[in-house]
């Protein structure tokens, strides 16, 4: 019996962010899945290595967590206002599912410098020393993301001295902008109303706050659903029927935001909505053993990806985080202290993060400009990636 060698494939490990992924060319791909379709995501089923019923992912690249069970694909942008164009797969561990139904808000700090790397931004916009602005398109959900990345001696800065909570080293402070999260044709609010009822067998009726900013969240609060806002991973991840109640919840949820019409189709969309609970601000020891002082934050923020609880914030949610603090009347917002602002620092696991929105009220509905957070990316590895045919 013969077998196919493994084909290489041009690939780059990156981290951005708290999460990592493998990073590809549209053009490096073979060129059956340079479409959408099922033999693209085959192959980075492969890349990743799933489906795995172990669940570590040791067959791939994947890292047996949802902050490491991702894949980007950029290419040059063709409209002539953007210069890349960036889409997102995540990746089931114990499935074989590629999610397209969002953006990954961590992995889009590391477009820009991949970008640049890859030379897909005009050498004419990059400074010897200072900062390069990319102008991103969004594919998965249709939206500008602006990078700022440093640059030095005509390369991209990748060390430095910022610190993101979550990210054991320090490195360099890439500034990010999601520009019009929610454009004139769509509704911040799915359902009309900044807070809704929102009923399950498993919780009954209980407040949820629905917006669709980053990225489709709902927001309940932590004393509603028996917890204090303080969790770590452990705390919920090792229940099993807590996440159960919880994937309940978010299915509920999505059929409410109108993502989906039977809760049933909640299996086929495990990366949105997201789901997550807030609480006003009190101490607690994160993870890392850090302590996490009441007057360090505005409120506490527990959000779950692909079924787990986050080990410390996605940064999409972050984006529905700063816009729904900055609506006075949202559970968010609440749970801040009330009042109309600009920027709110929030408590995870990990530690803290700061994310800043520009709200307003026109005529009959919220608007939003944008939201700025600040991230870090740096590239692991590069090379190519081998996968059996």
Not at 169 to 198: M, Q, Y
Request: glycine letters at 10%; proline letters at 5%; hydrophobic letters at 40%.
């Amino acid at each position: 019996m013969t077998f196919a060698p493994q084909i290489k494939v041009p690939a780059t490990y990156m981290r951005g962010g708290t999460s990592k992924g493998v990073f590809f060319r549209l053009e490096d791909l073979p060129q059956t899945a340079q479409q959408a379709g099922e033999d693209r995501d085959r192959l980075l089923l492969r890349v990743i290595g799933s489906p795995d019923p172990y669940a570590k992912q040791v067959d791939g690249m994947g890292g047996a967590t949802s902050s490491t069970s991702k894949t980007v694909i950029v290419s040059p942008a063709t409209d002539g206002e953007h210069d890349v164009n960036y889409l997102f797969g995540q990746v089931a561990i114990d499935k074989a599912f590629v999610d397209w139904s969002g953006n990954c808000g961590n992995l889009s700090s590391a477009v820009g410098a991949f970008a640049i790397h890859s030379g897909y931004v005009a050498k004419e916009k990059l400074p010897e020393n200072g900062i390069a602005t990319v102008k991103v398109w969004q594919q998965n959900i249709g939206k500008t993301i602006i990078a700022k990345v440093p640059m030095t001696n005509g390369e991209v800065q990748e060390t430095g001295d910022f610190e993101l909570d979550g990210v054991t080293f320090p490195a360099a402070e890439i500034e990010l902008s999601f520009v019009k999260p929610v454009d004139e044709s769509e509704s911040l609010f799915p359902t009309g109303n900044l807070v809704d009822v929102l009923t399950t067998p498993e919780f009954g009726s209980i407040s949820a706050t629905m917006i669709n900013a980053g990225i489709p969240t709902i927001f309940v609060n932590a004393a509603d659903i028996g917890y204090t806002g303080t969790e770590l991973q452990d705390d919920i991840n090792n229940d099993v029927e807590a996440l159960e109640k919880f994937e309940s919840l978010r299915a509920h949820g999505a059929v409410k935001m109108g993502l989906i019409s039977d809760i049933k189709e909640a299996e086929q969309r495990q990366h949105t909505p997201k789901i997550a609970f807030v609480a006003e601000p009190r101490s607690y020891k994160a993870s890392s053993g850090k302590n996490i002082l009441t007057e360090d934050i505005d409120l506490l923020v527990r959000a779950l990806s692909m079924g787990k609880l986050h080990h410390a914030m996605m940064g999409t949610a972050a984006v529905a985080i700063g816009t729904a603090a900055a609506i006075p009347g949202t559970l968010v917002n609440q749970a801040a202290g009330g009042g109309q602002r600009d920027s709110v620092r929030f408590g995870h696991p990990s530690g803290t993060l700061k994310v800043g929105a520009a709200a307003s009220f026109n005529g009959d509905a919220w608007k939003v400009e944008e939201a700025i957070m600040s991230r870090s990316a740096r590239i692991l590895m590069e090379g190519w990636v081998r996968v059996p045919q």
